[in-house]
T-cell receptor, first 111, second 115 residues
């Protein structure tokens, strides 16, 4: 079942912060975050694993609430380069590679 | 540049035809994944191969098939094409085995247009 992302879209000015949420109705083993710019491939940002381990970029932070099956991506001091569509992908059980992606959150950062 | 290569970049073909999309993973990666991205369906997982074996399957149509070769490159075959198959097809690779999830690196995609 597809995770639900919120908000669907957000508009920021440079330097502002944003939070993107990802919620699943299924028990999760891991949550993956990707950013995709128009016409380009998705780019890996972060993996959060059940048990608290995280792997990702230094300037991106995220949380994973295992009990609520929710994850949040925190974008602080946004830059123009942050603009794009953010996807969360979730995996449950031992099918580690089988990601189910949310519908995406469109982030636009203006000067 | 993720290190994953896909060919061709664009493909235009007619309904009923068959096409083959090719993917070469990053050096050292053993897992290859195929995704379909369309406006109405979003980014959908099709299938995963690990070191030549099918490891996970998503909502892949029976008209679609894939394989991973000994040199680890992979091909996605789409047959009896329909207008609704028009989409962006991504290949991704990771080091993943059975020890847990790894980050996936996406190739530039193949844009398929069925007319």
């Amino acid at each position: 079942q597809q995770p639900v992302q919120s908000p669907q879209a957000v508009i920021l000015r440079e330097g502002e912060d944003a939070v993107i949420n990802c919620s699943s109705s299924k028990a999760l083993y891991s949550v993956h975050w990707y950013r995709q710019k128009h016409g380009e491939a998705p780019v890996f940002l972060m993996i959060l694993l059940k048990g608290g381990e995280q792997k990702g970029h230094d300037k991106i932070s995220a949380s994973f609430n295992e009990k609520k099956q929710q994850s949040s991506l925190y974008l602080t001091a946004s830059q123009l380069s942050y603009s794009g569509t953010y996807f969360c992908g979730t995996a449950g059980g031992t099918s580690y590679g089988k990601l189910t992606f949310g519908q995406g959150t469109i982030l636009t950062v203006h000067p | 540049d993720s290190g994953v290569t896909q060919t061709p970049k664009h493909l235009i073909t007619a309904t009923g035809q068959r096409v083959t999309l090719r993917c070469s993973p990053r050096s050292g990666d053993l897992s290859v994944y195929w995704y379909q991205q369309s406006l109405d369906q979003g980014l959908q997982f099709l299938i995963q191969y690990y070191n030549g074996e099918e490891r996970a399957k998503g909502n892949i149509l029976e008209r679609f098939s894939a394989q991973q070769f000994p040199d680890l490159h992979s091909e996605l075959n789409l047959s009896s094409l329909e207008l609704g198959d028009s989409a962006l097809y991504f290949c991704a690779s990771s080091a993943q085995g059975d020890s847990g999830p790894y980050e996936q690196y996406f190739g530039p995609g193949t844009r398929l247009t069925v007319t």
